[in-house]
């Protein structure tokens, strides 16, 4: 019985990291599957939207102010993220651009993907 019982521990200890690492991996493989398009401003009303994100293992919700036809401000209210902390700055980037077609942050590239999305759907949801 002590044999069968140090099995089953034994292959739960070896599956797990597998788990783990498999989740990751499809985690990092929907994010570079996503694909950020840009939002024609001339169409979005002023106002504050938000817009979320919630990918496996990066979760973004931003606020985006629109006055005057234009982004005013972007507001990162929850960043869950590994290391990708440095992307938020992607919003400044935004900002300058009036667009999401901007460069991704060097050595935050997942994040920065999660950012532009959840911005994007911000954006997109002013016309529904």
Request: aromatic residues 6%.
């Amino acid at each position: 019985m002590r044999i069968k019982w140090w099995m089953i521990v034994m292959a739960v200890v070896l599956l797990f990291p597998l788990s783990i690492g498999f989740s990751v991996w499809q985690g990092i493989r929907e994010i570079q599957q996503m694909e950020v398009y840009d939002v024609s401003m001339a169409e979005i009303a002023d106002g504050t939207y938000t817009g979320r994100q919630d990918t496996t293992g990066i979760k973004v919700e931003v606020s985006v102010d629109v006055s005057d036809g234009r982004i005013a401000a972007i507001d990162i209210l929850e960043h869950e993220n590994g290391r990708g902390s440095d992307a938020e700055v992607i919003v400044d980037d935004v900002i300058a651009a009036q667009s999401l077609s901007v460069d991704s942050i060097s050595g935050a590239t997942l994040s920065s993907t999660v950012i532009l999305k959840a911005v994007e759907e911000a954006l997109l949801q002013t016309s529904n």
